[in-house]
């Protein structure tokens, strides 16, 4: 399909205008709110106010009509500040994606004027056990009315974003089929709870959300589900999320670490200057930082770069979304580990003082180690040799759970 392409766009120099204030912002709370465990709300209202899931609805619906590069030169920028927000807000840049692909009409300018006036969606798509690599165990069934109205019943969990969101886009089965389903967050027989229990991105909502009965009026079924067979855009947009967040997270230990090392006046008697700024050893450690946020954010912006003539041309052609996709796994296994071996390497700086927890530097390892086991590296390095040799497709599908 087509895209309708923004006839304009706002530049790079207005958007910083326009966001960093309200990221710097964001950047002085997030040690206190991993302190806390406190969920963003604040933030993310904040973000809502000056419309930033508004970046790529065209200027003429109220957005900021901005490039793919645009918006992820913006991740990186927020995830700096708080890395648990782009990745709550994953699923609403693809969302706005699907909206700028569809065919212009009442539907399409609905939603994208919605976004532009600050709505956010979340999703919930993984389930706990069984899981979805057959069939989601969520089921969208006929209510029996006669204006077509469904009913959605199904436990989800990992969903991230939910609880910041508006809507939330659902994967069910319905007859047998895999099919997305927008619904209020707020509507009547949704549950949302904050269980998400991982060491790392603990900010970002991914609990369980339980649907009971809930009620789905028939144009709110978008069509085919998340996962299901064939090439889309989709899968190396998300997976590019990923990777931005893990730019973010390098740059960020890069300024902390950085920071408390300039103000640092304690040393060792066998180190190689007095004070720890002007240590060579220390300078290659901060050289290391600096470099791995530098080759993350260089890749993320490169492959935005691919997405971007995708999405302005013809996101249904073949060639070049096998290599957008291709690209994007091969990208995991550079900016993974090498984001991955920094912020272990970070603690080298310093002493027994540098694990404080006041300081709470190793959120940013942790961090990184808990985004980066979203669609396990080992399996997608895997799948590049397998092209790589054989010239085997490349699995576009990502669902997880039981055979």
Request: glycine content about 8%; overall charge negative; cysteine-free.
């Amino acid at each position: 399909m087509t895209a309708t392409v923004p006839t304009e766009t706002t530049p790079d120099a207005r958007l910083d205008e326009l966001f960093a204030p309200v990221f710097a912002r964001i950047a002085e709370g997030a040690l206190q709110r991993e302190h806390d465990r406190a969920l963003a709300f604040d933030e993310v209202r904040a973000l809502k106010e000056v419309r930033f899931g508004a970046l790529r609805v065209p200027v003429e619906f109220g957005g900021y009509g901005a490039s793919v590069r645009q918006l992820f030169r913006q991740l990186i920028a927020l995830a700096a500040a708080e890395s648990n927000l782009p990745q709550a807000l994953r699923v609403h840049w693809w969302f706005v994606e699907e909206q700028l692909l569809a065919e212009p009409g009442p539907e399409r300018e609905r939603w994208l004027r919605a976004a532009a006036d600050g709505t956010l969606v979340g999703n919930a798509i993984s389930e706990p056990g069984v899981g979805a690599i057959d069939r989601y165990q969520t089921t969208l069934t006929p209510d029996g009315s006669t204006d077509g109205a469904l009913r959605l019943n199904g436990t989800k969990y990992y969903s991230t974003g939910s609880l910041y969101a508006d809507h939330i886009i659902v994967a069910a089965d319905q007859a047998g089929e895999r099919v997305a389903v927008l619904v209020d967050a707020d509507a009547e027989g949704i549950t949302q709870h904050d269980d998400w229990d991982g060491f790392g991105q603990r900010l970002t909502a991914s609990g369980t959300t339980e649907f009971s009965d809930v009620l789905v009026p028939g144009d709110r079924v978008l069509g085919p589900g998340y996962g299901t067979p064939g090439r889309t855009y989709g899968t190396s947009y998300l997976q590019l999320v990923q990777l931005a967040v893990l730019a973010g997270i390098a740059q960020r230990a890069t300024d902390d670490v950085s920071a408390w090392v300039r103000e640092r006046t304690r040393s060792y008697t066998h180190a190689a200057a007095d004070l720890p700024k002007d240590d060579p050893l220390v300078q290659q450690v901060i050289g290391r930082l600096s470099s791995a946020a530098y080759a993350a954010r260089t890749i993320v912006l490169d492959i935005a770069d691919q997405l971007d003539v995708i999405l302005a041309g013809d996101s249904e052609d073949a060639d070049l979304l096998d290599r957008v996709e291709f690209d994007v796994a091969r990208a995991q296994a550079a900016v993974i580990p090498t984001v991955l071996d920094a912020t272990t390497q970070l603690f080298e700086v310093g002493g027994a003082s540098i694990t404080s927890e006041a300081l709470r530097l190793d959120r940013h390892w942790r961090n990184a180690r808990t985004i980066s086991v979203h669609n396990p590296l080992i399996h997608k390095l895997r799948t590049v040799g397998d092209h790589v040799l054989n010239g085997s497709e490349l699995p576009y599908a990502w669902s997880a759970g039981k055979r």
